[in-house]
């Protein structure tokens, strides 16, 4: 019992190992494929792997709201997978790792413009907080991977619109979790496969490296990744997942310090701190607004019990 206790905990921290050290086979793998041939080779065989563990699994194989989903595939697949692997071609692992979890930010401020959302004020600081770190992250005085940087920012807007249109959807529809993961993965898979054909690039150097980093990415970065997220979600209020997400490019970061020797500018290293605190300061917005939640439900049932018991 005290084991599986700790189990949730267990699979968010192989989580962010598994998301953050993903950033190194992705970097390892673009050096002998195009980024969208990685990217189309890593997402499209993971998400038939997942089709095929649906049926096995009881969960229903038939994808339900085709156009949402599909279009939540496009946007967090097709277009964050693929414009952050391809920012990776000129873009270091850890680099490109930090600004693609600041899509996180991008959703608070989708969410305002479109759904109606209110930002409160600990939210908007960490928007500010996260910013200004974008900014010495990138370095734009430098002109130095601009590109990079860029691609990797319209990545992490993709992923964030895509997550707004996830709300939606679910408001709409009663979705099975993993099924809808499998089906908007294939979608969003498509296009990365279309762009591969028409554009394959210098094709593929079938060295070990590259066979081991698509292995990876297959396996461990999108298939049992995908699934460890599903179990996390369920297992733990959304505060406590969301931890999860701050680990993830600290761990990028550092196995790129480790294992490809990239160096960091000072600058760089400021503005990571920066957008550290920044997700810690939603996470830590989240507990308090579940905590209060939480504590007006108590109140509320116990006013309902004084007054069943009164009765």
């Known amino acids: 019992m005290r084991s599986s206790r700790y189990l949730p905990i267990l699979a968010l921290a192989a989580l962010a190992l598994m998301w953050g ?15 969208f041939m990685f990217a189309a080779l890593r997402s499209f065989p993971a998400y038939l792997i997942l089709l095929a563990l649906l049926p096995l699994l009881g969960r229903p194989l038939r994808p339900k709201a085709v156009g949402l989903t599909a279009a939540v595939g496009v946007l967090q697949i097709g277009g964050f997978v693929g414009l952050t692997t391809a920012a990776l071609v000129a873009g270091g692992a850890g680099h490109t790792a930090m600004l693609a979890n600041t899509w996180q930010f991008w959703i608070l401020v989708l969410a305002w413009l479109f759904l109606d959302e209110r930002l409160a004020g600990a939210q908007w600081l960490s928007v500010a907080v996260g910013l200004v770190g974008l900014v010495l992250i990138i370095e734009p005085w430098q002109l130095r991977g601009v590109l990079s940087s860029l691609l990797t920012l319209a990545g992490a807007l993709c992923f964030a619109a895509g997550a707004v249109v996830a709300k939606v959807l679910r408001q709409r529809h009663e979705v099975e979790l993993l099924s809808l993961t499998t089906w908007q993965g294939l979608f969003g898979a498509i296009p990365l496969v279309v762009i591969a054909a028409v554009f394959p690039g210098d094709g593929i150097q079938w060295s070990a490296t590259f066979i081991w980093s698509l292995a990876y990415s297959i396996l461990f970065g999108t298939a049992l990744a995908s699934i460890v997220w599903l ?3 369920h297992a733990l209020p959304a505060n406590m997942a969301g931890i999860g997400t701050i680990g993830t490019p600290v761990v990028g970061v550092l196995a790129a310090w480790i294992q490809l020797g990239e160096d960091l500018s000072a600058a760089e290293i400021t503005g990571m701190v920066l957008v550290v605190l920044a997700l810690s300061l939603l996470v830590l917005h989240g507990a308090m607004t579940a905590g ?20």
Do not use: C, F, M, N
């Open 21 to 35: 050290y993903g950033w190194v086979p992705g970097k390892l793998g673009v050096l002998e494929s195009s980024g």
């Open 231 to 233: 179990y996390v979600i």
């Open 292 to 311: 209060k939640r939480v504590r007006a439900d108590g109140v509320d049932q116990a006013v309902i019990e004084e007054e069943a018991a009164g009765s």
